[in-house]
């Protein structure tokens, strides 16, 4: 999209598609990772920004693969038109593979709160809706505990109370449809969410 269009008829014009055949994965696994590599499921509004961000700050640290989906919802091979409808109860989201050994699910944690607004239930920026809402989806024990534990500390040291921020157990992945992959990379100056964009917050005590 054209950078100066109106952000309400760039977020409007956002491509769909009716199939539900392209790229659509249930188990969501990425090829040829690591044994010791693990789960980071996030929803922070638009995924497109959500994955460039992480892609931006944690490639060749420790992240492996990065892929944009849905999860949440009740809804078996959810498309971009489904969802975006908010009928299904999916959230787009993107869900990260990395190494423990380089890189802390903590440190995606915290800076999953630096890079989009937690305050704002079902919406970031002017993109509101279900489908925008903020959540950490945990995929072990281990990872709701350390999800809670971060949430609290950035709810009281940098959100002044203020979070939404769901913390849930992961249901089934759905990966997003092939044009939704690295959007932001095929597509410069495709749409951003304004909400996303990395604060400058003090590091969390």
Same mark, same amino acid.
């Given at each position: 999209m054209a950078?100066?269009?109106?952000?309400?008829? +760039?977020? *409007?014009?956002?491509?769909? /598609?009716?199939?539900?055949?392209?790229?659509? $994965?249930? &188990? !969501?696994?990425? =090829?040829?990772?690591?044994?010791?590599?693990?789960?980071?499921?996030?929803?922070?509004?638009?995924?497109?920004?959500?994955?460039?961000?992480?892609?931006k700050?944690?490639?060749?640290?420790?992240?492996l693969?990065?892929?944009?989906?849905?999860?949440?919802?009740?809804?078996?091979?959810?498309?971009?038109?489904?969802?975006?409808?908010?009928?299904?109860?999916?959230?787009?989201?993107?869900?990260?593979?990395?190494?423990?050994?380089?890189?802390?699910?903590? +440190?995606? *944690?915290?800076?999953?709160? /630096?890079?989009?607004?937690p305050?704002?239930? $079902?919406? &970031? !920026?002017?993109? =509101?809706?279900?489908?925008?809402?903020?959540?950490i989806?945990?995929?072990?024990?281990?990872?709701?505990?350390?999800?809670?534990?971060?949430?609290?500390?950035?709810?009281?040291?940098?959100?002044?109370?203020?979070?939404?921020?769901?913390?849930?157990?992961?249901?089934r992945?759905?990966?997003?449809?092939?044009?939704?992959?690295?959007?932001?990379?095929?597509?410069?100056g495709?749409?951003?969410?304004?909400?996303?964009?990395?604060?400058?917050?003090?590091e969390?005590?």
């Amino acid at each position: 999209m054209a950078t100066n269009m109106p952000t309400f008829l +760039t977020r *409007l014009f956002r491509p769909f /598609t009716t199939s539900t055949s392209m790229s659509l $994965n249930p &188990q !969501g696994q990425a =090829a040829s990772l690591p044994e010791n590599a693990q789960r980071c499921t996030l929803a922070a509004g638009c995924f497109w920004g959500v994955e460039h961000l992480f892609r931006k700050n944690f490639q060749g640290k420790g992240l492996l693969d990065a892929k944009v989906g849905y999860i949440g919802g009740d809804m078996d091979n959810p498309n971009y038109r489904a969802v975006c409808s908010g009928r299904t109860g999916h959230a787009e989201s993107v869900q990260l593979h990395f190494d423990p050994a380089q890189l802390s699910y903590t +440190t995606l *944690l915290s800076f999953f709160y /630096t890079m989009h607004d937690p305050t704002t239930p $079902n919406r &970031q !920026g002017g993109d =509101a809706g279900t489908q925008y809402r903020s959540a950490i989806f945990y995929h072990t024990p281990e990872q709701k505990t350390q999800a809670e534990e971060i949430t609290k500390k950035a709810n009281e040291q940098w959100w002044k109370g203020k979070i939404s921020t769901e913390v849930l157990e992961a249901g089934r992945w759905w990966d997003a449809e092939e044009y939704h992959q690295l959007y932001l990379d095929k597509n410069p100056g495709g749409y951003e969410c304004p909400a996303h964009y990395v604060r400058k917050f003090s590091e969390l005590k």
